[in-house]
């Protein structure tokens, strides 16, 4: 039913969208030269292209470092220099693009730090590409110039930064990596507490090995003379040093079984106790410090404005979808209108309620939600006053839509008291006039 009602009105859109093209490109006629350049740079298939190109350099550095890697000494392939003298090319041409766009505000904008990037990946690239060019005039030999080629490969590694930029390209990357920056704190935290625990478990196996030390002295032996004394020592010969070894147990370097068994040695509790470190450390701290790295993650991206109204733009986008789906399901004679009898009628099948339900929609009273949708009260619905009605209509009522009605109400009533304040007046008025017209009277009859 969706396709048919679909492939009726293939070609007809709502008039809305064809209002808001026109309007934009009204507007845009009316806009500076600056101001077309920001909207210039703000397009997405321009953005993409910006991305794609930061990519592409980001790969010809690769591969330029993998050849002088396989090649050492080799001289740099012709097509190298072609590719990074074009890239340099577009970079500057966009960064003079961003300048003349943003002029005085370039730096105070949101997005001032990717500007701050630009102008290092400008620079460094404008000047590796200078030494490139003396590089291949000289006539000298290029072992000759060492400290050229050390500055060329410090250019070549700040044309990274080029990755960088890319981020603010891709909405979703840059909360992956806004969510890492904001976690950090709880990392440099959980990285304190384990080391506060494994320093005081550190201590007590240190000093089991000094208190195993000991007692082969007095034997008149040494630590070597013992392999599980020796293997103590390894581990546990220093504090340090069992810190590490207690790091390693827990996070893969080497297995703890490998410390366990020394302990065993030495005594029975040591290994409980070693028994009771490893549960408590992976068990219970490594599991709280997930689940609070995965809340600082959620709340960051939370936080991020621009995901937020990215997200709601797109939510919004995909309602209206469905309404149109809808409104072409209803319309059956593609009038572009509907009226009571097929709104009542398409309200009785299920699959129509559950199409409303999945939008947010009341329909319990048909013929109120029709007058609702009616706007202008002419008894029949078209695809503008269907799509805004069923937005206005969607979910439950907000606290704005409280306020709102609470603001109307209060408005009303002053209304309604300055309105009988006036009635009142003016009904003691008529009441007045009244009496004085029955007193004249009386008084006419008396005299007759």
């Given at each position: 039913a969706?396709?048919?009602?679909?492939?009726k009105?293939e070609?007809a859109?709502?008039?809305?969208s064809?209002?808001?093209?026109a309007?934009e490109a009204?507007?845009?006629?009316t806009?500076?030269?600056?101001?077309?350049?920001q909207k210039?740079?703000t397009k997405?298939?321009?953005?993409?292209s910006?991305?794609l190109f930061?990519?592409i350099?980001a790969?010809?550095v690769g591969?330029q470092v993998?050849?002088?890697?396989?090649?050492?000494?080799?001289?740099t392939?012709a097509?190298?220099?072609v590719?990074?003298?074009?890239?340099?090319?577009?970079f500057?041409?966009?960064?003079?693009?961003r300048?003349y766009a943003f002029?005085?505000?370039f730096?105070?904008?949101?997005?001032a730090?990717?500007h701050?990037l630009?102008?290092?990946?400008?620079?460094t690239?404008?000047?590796?590409?200078?030494?490139d060019?003396?590089t291949?005039?000289?006539?000298?030999?290029q072992s000759s110039?060492?400290?050229?080629?050390?500055?060329?490969?410090?250019?070549r590694?700040?044309?990274?930064?080029?990755?960088?930029?890319?981020?603010?390209?891709?909405?979703?990357?840059?909360?992956?990596?806004h969510s890492?920056v904001?976690?950090?704190?709880s990392v440099a935290?959980a990285?304190v507490?384990?080391?506060?625990?494994m320093y005081?478990?550190?201590?007590?196996?240190?000093?089991?090995?000094a208190s195993?030390a000991?007692i082969l002295l007095e034997?008149g032996?040494?630590?070597?003379?013992?392999?599980s004394a020796?293997e103590?020592?390894?581990?546990f010969?220093s504090?340090p040093?069992a810190?590490?070894?207690?790091?390693m147990?827990?996070?893969?370097?080497i297995s703890w079984i490998e410390?366990f068994r020394?302990l065993?040695d030495?005594?029975?509790a040591?290994t409980?106790?070693?028994?009771?470190y490893v549960?408590?450390?992976?068990?219970?701290?490594l599991?709280?410090?997930t689940g609070v790295f995965?809340?600082?993650?959620?709340e960051s991206?939370?936080?991020?404005q621009?995901m937020?109204?990215?997200s709601?733009l797109?939510?919004?986008?995909a309602?209206?979808r469905?309404c149109y789906?809808l409104f072409?399901?209803?319309?059956?004679?593609g009038?572009g209108?509907?009226c009571?009898?097929?709104?009542?009628?398409?309200?009785?099948?299920?699959n129509?309620q559950?199409?409303?339900?999945?939008?947010d929609?009341?329909?319990n009273?048909?013929?109120k939600?029709?007058?609702?949708?009616?706007a202008?009260g002419?008894?029949?619905?078209?695809?503008?006053?269907?799509v805004?009605?069923?937005?206005r209509l969607?979910g439950m009522a907000?606290?704005?839509d409280n306020?709102?009605?609470?603001?109307v109400?209060r408005?009303?009533?002053?209304?309604?008291?300055k309105?009988?304040?006036?009635?009142?007046?003016r009904?003691s008025a008529i009441?007045?006039?009244i009496?004085?017209?029955?007193s004249?009277?009386?008084s006419?009859g008396?005299c007759?």
């Amino acid at each position: 039913a969706t396709l048919t009602g679909q492939k009726k009105t293939e070609s007809a859109e709502p008039a809305s969208s064809r209002k808001s093209t026109a309007s934009e490109a009204d507007l845009w006629e009316t806009l500076s030269p600056q101001e077309k350049a920001q909207k210039f740079l703000t397009k997405t298939p321009v953005e993409l292209s910006i991305a794609l190109f930061n990519a592409i350099g980001a790969i010809v550095v690769g591969c330029q470092v993998d050849q002088a890697a396989r090649e050492p000494g080799s001289r740099t392939p012709a097509e190298f220099y072609v590719l990074n003298w074009m890239l340099t090319v577009i970079f500057t041409l966009e960064l003079v693009l961003r300048i003349y766009a943003f002029r005085g505000q370039f730096f105070c904008v949101e997005e001032a730090v990717y500007h701050f990037l630009d102008v290092i990946i400008v620079i460094t690239s404008l000047v590796e590409m200078c030494f490139d060019i003396s590089t291949l005039s000289s006539s000298e030999d290029q072992s000759s110039g060492l400290g050229v080629m050390r500055t060329m490969r410090i250019a070549r590694i700040l044309r990274l930064v080029r990755l960088v930029r890319v981020i603010r390209f891709f909405r979703s990357l840059r909360v992956l990596i806004h969510s890492i920056v904001h976690t950090l704190k709880s990392v440099a935290w959980a990285l304190v507490l384990l080391f506060m625990i494994m320093y005081t478990f550190a201590i007590l196996f240190a000093q089991a090995f000094a208190s195993q030390a000991e007692i082969l002295l007095e034997d008149g032996q040494s630590v070597s003379d013992s392999a599980s004394a020796h293997e103590l020592q390894m581990h546990f010969g220093s504090v340090p040093t069992a810190v590490l070894s207690l790091f390693m147990a827990i996070s893969g370097g080497i297995s703890w079984i490998e410390l366990f068994r020394p302990l065993q040695d030495i005594g029975f509790a040591w290994t409980w106790i070693f028994l009771c470190y490893v549960s408590f450390v992976y068990f219970a701290v490594l599991n709280v410090v997930t689940g609070v790295f995965c809340q600082s993650a959620i709340e960051s991206a939370n936080k991020d404005q621009s995901m937020v109204v990215e997200s709601t733009l797109a939510n919004k986008e995909a309602y209206m979808r469905n309404c149109y789906n809808l409104f072409q399901i209803m319309d059956n004679d593609g009038s572009g209108t509907i009226c009571k009898a097929e709104f009542r009628k398409h309200l009785r099948r299920d699959n129509i309620q559950a199409f409303f339900e999945s939008m947010d929609i009341d329909t319990n009273n048909a013929m109120k939600l029709f007058t609702l949708l009616d706007a202008d009260g002419q008894g029949s619905v078209n695809l503008d006053e269907f799509v805004l009605g069923c937005l206005r209509l969607r979910g439950m009522a907000t606290r704005i839509d409280n306020e709102l009605v609470l603001s109307v109400t209060r408005t009303n009533a002053a209304c309604f008291e300055k309105f009988s304040a006036s009635a009142s007046k003016r009904l003691s008025a008529i009441e007045h006039d009244i009496r004085d017209l029955m007193s004249l009277v009386r008084s006419s009859g008396k005299c007759n």
